[in-house]
Structures are given as C-alpha cells and as structure tokens.
C-alpha cells in the first residue's frame, strides 16, 4: 500500500481552482521533464562518439566533474514542484543521458536515493551514445508496457542519420492508466530550416505511435514530452502532431499543447543569440483534461534563480554545466519544464 501525497485546495490558491472543489482532498502527482545537458559518465564507449567525455577527451571529462554534474541535476530533479506538492516529481522524462548506469547514478544521489525511482531506458542508435530515459516513483507509478520507437534520416549523401528512440512507457499512476511518451527530437545544427525534415520526420513518427494507442483505446491519457528542438507553432509541431492551445476547443485525437500559450507570451525553456525558445514541452490528449480520474491543472517552467546565469555575456541564461572547454558547476542549457495532475481521494 503506496502513501499518497494529499494537498488541501486552501494550500494550493494559484492553481486552477475552478477544476477542484474545495470540500474536497486530492493526490496531486508532479511530471517533468528535463533535457540534462550531455549527462555522461566517464567511460569510452567504442561504439559511440563519447570521446569529449572522457578524462583524456577534449572536456577532460574526469570523475570528479561526472559526479558533480550527476549531482547538480539531482538536486534540481529533487525540487521540482516540491513547493507545491511536497516531495519531488512521480514522472520525470530526461533526455541528452548516455545510459543507463548515468540514470542508476542520478537516483543514487543523496537528494533523489529514498525517493524510490525506477527507471525506464533503452540504448538508442544515436551517433554521440545520448538517450532518453524516463524516471518514476515505484510507489505511485506501475509500468506495464516501455517500447523503443526508432527514427532513422538520411543525410545528403545518403548515409543513414541514427539519432535518439522515441520512448514509450504505459503504466497505472495512481491506478490510473497513462502512456507516457519521451522525445528528443533531431537538433537545429546546420540551421533551423535546414534541419526542419528531420523534426516533421520525427513528428509524423510521434503523431504514429500516439494514433496506434488511440485506435487501441480512443479514450486513452496519453503524456506526449520531450525537447523536440522546434516551437509549439512549428510545422513539426502544430500541423503535425494536431496540438491546440485552447483546451476548451480540444477535438478528439487531437493535443493540448499548455507550453504554446507560455511560447507566446515570450517564455521558454531554452535561450539562443537572446530569443527565448520553447523547446520543451507537453501534450496531453484529451482525456486528460476532463474532471475524473487524474486530470491536468497547470504546466509551466521550472526557472528558479539559481538554474539562470547571474553575469556577464549570458546573463539571464540557463546556468549550463558546461561551456568554453571547462566545467562551470552549472546545470543543463534548458530549463526542466512540469505539469500537474491531481486526482480526487
């Protein structure tokens, strides 16, 4: 028998309290997700371009700073909607991880080891060794189905692209069953339009996996997540994967996007040459959004100060980890994002 973690609404006045009623208490379960900035351990990977990362690579990638990295994200990891909830998040999908002995070490950090988290991980094909992974609290979250979808593009020349998996983890969380989906979609390098196949390719493969549950059970609760390295009103984003920012408007099959509405008042998870991207994000289907079982009440990001560059060329920035060829004891190039979800006792 799991402890659920109860909040009264008179605790909670900045949450959406027109979906909660107030005679009554509620679990209130935090899902983030977070793209940690190259979280790689010290070993040569033979098999993958993870050579920076190692004690005589470029980075001078030595224990030392391994175990500082793992447990600055740690800490973040440990405070995310903590304020308002009370304990770190149940969910938390990651990506930019290089496997799955950097997620055993992330949960062995004393800010996160008697949380409980499971993991949920598949080595993906990508060139540089990075994944997506997924954590979640034993207690509340009961997987029951974890696929790896992978996305192969073709450069120019013809060679094949390998880049990260989609993630697909189906589970009960407070039983309540939702499919959780991780993505980290193919970078802006060589430029933004450049690029933009590789992310609509990407997307039709999300939109696939998303429909495939669907047509299984049409009222599924899907949690679409990721850093998907385009805005929510991208072509790989908005036409693609049918998201809305107006969840009073919702039409079956498609997504609530609840960053867009933070995309367009100038807020982000990720900044560059000083525009603010949302990068990041969550969708939700539909399902999600109706007053029974577990059900959406707020999104946003997770910016606390000590996550932002305090001087100099990149004040205001997410404070990264690393940057200049050396270590700065910061934390990732991206603001972690969250979403709540209660459910009524």
Known sequence: MFRLVT????????????QLDPSKKYSVNTIAFYNVENLFDTIDDPKTFDDDRTPNGRDKWTEEIYLKKSKNIARVISEIGKDI????????????????????????????????????HFDSPDERGVDVGLLFKISRFTPIFTKAYSLYLKRDNGETDFTRDHLLVSGYLDN??????VNHWPSRSG????????????GQLNRKIIDSILSTD???????????NDNPTDK?????????????????????NPT????????????????????????????????????????????EKYL???????????????????????????FPIYMLLAKEL
């Open 236 to 256: 790989s984003i908005k036409p693609t994967l049918k998201t809305v920012s107006n969840k009073s408007k919702i039409k079956r099959n498609e997504l609530f």
């Open 7 to 18: 909040i009264l609404i008179s605790l909670i006045p900045f949450l959406c309290l027109g």
């Open 260 to 303: 867009e509405k933070l995309y367009k008042k100038g807020f982000g998870s990720y900044n560059y040459r000083g525009k603010w991207d949302m990068l990041d994000q969550f969708m939700i289907s539909s399902e999600l959004l109706k007053n029974y079982g577990n059900f959406f009440l707020k999104a946003g990001i997770y910016n």
């Open 191 to 202: 430029g933004r339009m450049r690029s933009e196949k590789g992310r609509i390719l990407a």
């Open 85 to 120: 909830v009370g304990t770190s998040p149940s969910i938390i999908g990651l990506c930019e991880v290089e496997n799955k002995k950097v997620l055993i070490d992330l949960i062995n950090n004393e800010e996160l080891k008697n949380q409980g988290y499971g993991i949920a």
């Open 218 to 228: 049409a009222k599924a609760k899907i949690i679409n997540m990721g850093d998907f």
């Open 308 to 334: 932002i560059n305090q001087d100099g060329k990149y004040e205001g920035y997410p404070f990264r980890s690393f940057a200049g060829g050396k270590f700065l004891n910061g934390y990732s190039d991206h």
């Open 176 to 181: 309540e069953l939702i499919h959780f989906i």
